[in-house]
């Protein structure tokens, strides 16, 4: 008799820990506020238990009369209700959604997410829009994000194949308060997503703009044009996200540097003179990353550096090129080093102006590519410059040349030779018809400076 009432009592106690790790679970509670539940005594836990048993029959969530249950909703949904009706109820669903727990959520969600997508695309997909469809619109947006706030909800709106795509239909900066928590849905679940999670979300945003003959990323760009610190805040948030997602770095300087493109890099200075704390943390993280991403690629450049053969770097280079839109431009590239004037001064300081300027060009401190929407030729005189380098470098030949000369003399026990200055070189050499002719006019005054010794 004893062990029954041991084995019932045992039974008693695993049945309340059971229905406390059910309350966590439905409570949508994260680990941190799991762990001081699991601390508290049997008697306390069994207590928890029973009030949460009390207050949801109360409330409805164990699906009392007295609440709209989910079945009502789906009910609701499905008969096709527009205008009013459909904002009344999707309103309804939201405040639900957002009060009752996970289990509530999940009963809703399995025929329910796709009665809300279609309500989405059907809103989307109308002509015309009266004032009642956007306000349903943005309902509908609320509702998902409501439905998402849990690890379920966020799993089945990942896993349902044309959500992403209806979230980056409804991008739209017409919009502001709609767009601030569509780009926000996608923010987040570029985040806590899967790998392959950033690349559906690309898809979809890119799939979204086709037809508006318009870059993928330019209704993005947009909403940091509109009056709304939330929409741009979340905006950045949202750039941030699919930028510093991938683990390539060729792919992340390729979206940031598509961003730029789309007019980002004219909006970021009025961005920065906006006065709030949870924008200039954003655009903190945009110029950390972007800095960041440019030491990384600039170290590419040692790495480069490691091939010494003219003709494996060469051919490296090629095989990128080869069979793509920039392989005629290659081929203009060499066309243009060919014309370099082939002179023994000349030749070097035109390849290093332009290994310079190439530099500059590849390896930008802005961490961006250029603007390439500049049409307008490169209007920039080397003329100047390579004429100081040339002279710079003849200047420097001879005086290396006087000098061999003086260590030659001493090493025949010569009296010392009487070398003019170095602006004596140039002078001579600017008045003479060719280097060759300079030194031979050189070599004669000292061979008579010599025999008159």
């Known amino acids: 008799m004893l062990k029954n009432k041991s084995k019932i009592h045992d039974a008693n106690q695993y049945f309340f820990l059971l229905l406390h790790v059910c309350f966590q679970e439905d409570m949508n509670l994260n680990e941190e506020k799991k762990a001081p539940l699991r601390e508290k005594d049997l008697s306390t836990k069994r207590e928890m238990v029973l009030r ?8 409805g969530s164990l699906r009392s009369s007295s609440q709209i249950s989910p079945q009502e909703f789906l009910s609701e949904l499905k008969c096709g209700a527009t205008d009013e009706r459909l904002f009344a109820c999707l309103d309804s669903l939201r405040v639900s959604l957002t009060s009752n727990p996970v289990s509530w959520v999940q009963s809703f969600g399995h025929e329910g997410l796709g009665l809300l997508l279609d309500t989405l695309e059907k809103l989307l997909l109308k002509k015309h829009q009266e004032m009642v469809d956007k306000k349903s619109q943005h ?43 569509v780009v926000k849905l996608l923010s987040a679940i570029c985040i806590v997503g899967e790998e392959n999670t950033l690349e559906k979300v690309l898809e979809a945003i890119t799939t979204a703009t086709e037809g508006r003959g318009v870059a ?18 979340a905006c950045m948030q949202l750039i941030n996200a699919l930028v510093t997602s991938p683990d390539e770095l060729d792919f992340r300087l390729h979206i940031r540097n598509e961003f730029m493109r789309c007019g980002l890099r ?16 954003q655009l903190k993280v945009f110029e950390e990353h972007k800095e960041e991403d440019m030491i990384e690629f600039s170290h590419r450049l040692e790495d480069i550096r490691m091939r010494t053969d003219i003709g494996d770097v060469f ?11 920039a392989e005629n431009h290659f081929l203009s590239i060499l066309q243009h080093l060919l014309l370099v004037r082939n002179d023994y001064f ?32 490169l209007d920039v005189d080397f003329s100047h410059l390579l004429e100081v380098c040339v002279d710079k470098a003849r200047a420097e030949e001879f005086e290396q040349r006087a000098s061999e000369l003086a260590q030659k003399a001493s090493a025949l026990s010569f009296p010392p030779l009487y070398l003019p200055p170095l602006p004596c ?6 008045h003479s018809g060719s280097s060759n002719e300079f030194m031979y006019k050189y070599t004669t005054v000292q061979r008579f400076r010599v025999s008159k010794m």
């Open 216 to 233: 993928r990323f330019n209704p993005i760009v947009q909403g940091l044009s509109v009056r709304s610190v939330q929409l741009q805040v």
């Open 266 to 281: 004219e909006i970021l200075p009025s961005l920065n003179a906006v006065k709030n704390d949870a924008l200039d943390i």
């Open 425 to 430: 070189f140039v002078f001579l050499f600017s």
């Open 139 to 181: 309902k509908v947006i609320q509702c998902l994000k409501a439905f998402m706030n849990n690890k379920y909800g966020l799993e089945r709106i990942i896993g349902e194949e044309k959500s992403l795509a209806l979230l980056a239909q409804a991008i739209d900066p017409g919009q502001p308060a709609m767009m601030t928590d």
């Open 346 to 377: 000349a030749q070097p300081q035109y390849f290093k102006i332009i290994e310079e300027c190439v530099s500059q060009i590849v390896l930008h401190r802005s961490g961006t590519d250029p603007d390439f929407a500049y049409r307008k030729r």
């Open 315 to 325: 051919n490296v280079l090629y095989s990128s090129v080869k069979d793509t839109s």
């Open 52 to 59: 949460y048993i009390i207050t949801a029959a109360k409330t």
